[in-house]
């Protein structure tokens, strides 16, 4: 799986994260897939409701339809999902492998959002297995 991000995107995700700190941040990236490539144009914030959101992450039901809706009215859909580990790298949990079931989108994480570089990689997580997808940064 290959994930093409805008640099000004990667700067929202990473925003939000920091944001939301000490909780995890979750959201939706709305965007096409082009050739296999996920290509993301747009970022939908979405509240987290995770009982223990320091630990982690579920989406609002409402919000995350509410966001699938408004990509589709804009012709884009749901090509991947984020979340953050306020202090842990982005190698996904247990957790985010057994609550992966959405096996088409890619899976971007950001490890450690108050670092100055934070750790933000992308996943491809599909029948229990989580594999590192190549996450491309561009410039528009
Ligand atoms: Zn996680």
Request: aromatic fraction near 4%; charged fraction near 25%.
């Amino acid at each position: 799986m290959e994930v093409h991000v805008r640099a000004s995107d990667l700067e929202r995700i990473v925003a939000h994260a920091r944001r939301a700190l000490p909780d995890e941040a979750c959201g939706v990236l709305g965007g096409v897939f082009e050739k296999g490539v996920a290509v993301v144009r747009r970022i939908l914030p979405v509240r987290n409701t995770a009982a223990n959101p320091r630990q982690r992450f579920d989406m609002d039901a409402l919000e995350m339809v509410r966001a699938i809706f408004r990509l589709r009215q804009t012709g884009l859909e749901v090509v991947g999902l984020y979340h953050s580990h306020p202090d842990a790298s982005a190698e996904p949990s247990a957790t985010d492998i057994a609550q992966a079931t959405w096996d088409d989108v890619a899976h971007v994480i950001v490890g450690q959002p108050a670092a100055a570089t934070p750790d933000v990689r992308a996943w491809a997580i599909r029948k229990g297995q989580a594999r590192p997808a190549l996450l491309i940064v561009t410039v528009q």
